[in-house]
């Protein structure tokens, strides 16, 4: 069954310090995989996107890894600020002519604290 | 470019009821897709519309329906409102849709059944 996992669900963590936000998919075949924030009451942002072939992609003090031997892909965070909390998405994409093609994680929900 | 924009935001219907969503997609982005957001279940793919024509549809009864106007524009119907079908209904649009090109997404339509 095609699966995208994400953990913790919940983290809260103090401003200025760093955090791991973790994916485990089982989806086959693969395409992309992209990882995404969400703000309380708005629609997701797009933060990456990585190919099978990419193994780190940044953007800004968001770093995203993926391993697709192992199937996990992790979001970094650094020096957490008061407007990183917010929920994170991770989403993989099968491809192009696959049906029901995005599964997308549940997401993990992260609280920074002043 | 203005981003994707969602009518209503807030949306109060009864059980048995039908409802409409729209969502005007950005200039000349001519892929517009539709997801339901839940707690429980996260995001989950309706479907896509491209060239007013429906691309890909995801696992959802035929009481949810869509299309797509020539402007690109998209409505999203809902017959025969269920309890179930409380959510945050997202629009996201890109230019081809294709896997590798980037979804904007609106803010959202929030929708309760009572």
């Known amino acids: 069954k095609n699966q995208v996992e994400q953990s913790p669900q919940s983290l809260i963590i103090l401003e200025g310090k760093n955090c791991t936000l973790q994916?485990?998919?089982?989806?086959?075949?693969?395409?992309?995989l992209r990882w995404y924030k969400q703000d309380t009451g708005r629609g997701p942002v797009s933060l990456t996107i990585?190919?099978?072939?990419?193994n780190t992609k940044s953007n800004g003090r968001y770093t995203a890894t993926l391993d697709a031997d192992t199937k996990q892909s992790s979001l970094h965070i650094t020096a957490s600020q008061l407007s990183d909390s917010a929920s994170y998405i991770c989403?993989?994409?099968?491809?192009?002519?696959?049906?029901?093609?995005?599964?997308f994680g549940s997401g993990t929900r992260l609280s920074i604290r002043p | 470019k203005a981003g994707v924009t969602q009518t209503p935001r807030y949306l109060i219907k009864t059980r048995g009821q039908q409802v409409t969503l729209s969502c005007s997609p950005i200039?000349?982005?001519?892929?517009v897709s539709w997801y339901q957001q839940t707690p429980g279940q996260g995001l989950q793919f309706l479907f896509e519309?491209?060239?007013?024509?429906?691309?890909n549809k995801g696992n959802f009864p035929g009481r949810f329906s869509g299309r797509q106007f020539s402007n690109s524009r998209s409505e999203m119907n809902v017959s025969t409102l269920e309890l179930g079908d409380s959510a945050l209904y997202l629009c996201?649009?890109?230019?081809?849709?294709?896997?590798?090109?980037?979804?904007?997404f609106g803010p959202g339509t929030r929708l309760t059944v009572l």
């Open positions: 996201a649009s890109s230019p081809q849709g294709r896997e590798g090109n980037e979804q904007f």
């Open positions: 994916c485990n998919y089982t989806v086959s075949p693969f395409s992309n």
């Open positions: 990585m190919t099978f072939s990419e």
């Open positions: 989403v993989v994409n099968r491809p192009y002519s696959s049906a029901s093609k995005i599964i």
């Open positions: 200039s000349g982005h001519r892929s």
């Open positions: 519309y491209f060239s007013e024509t429906q691309r």
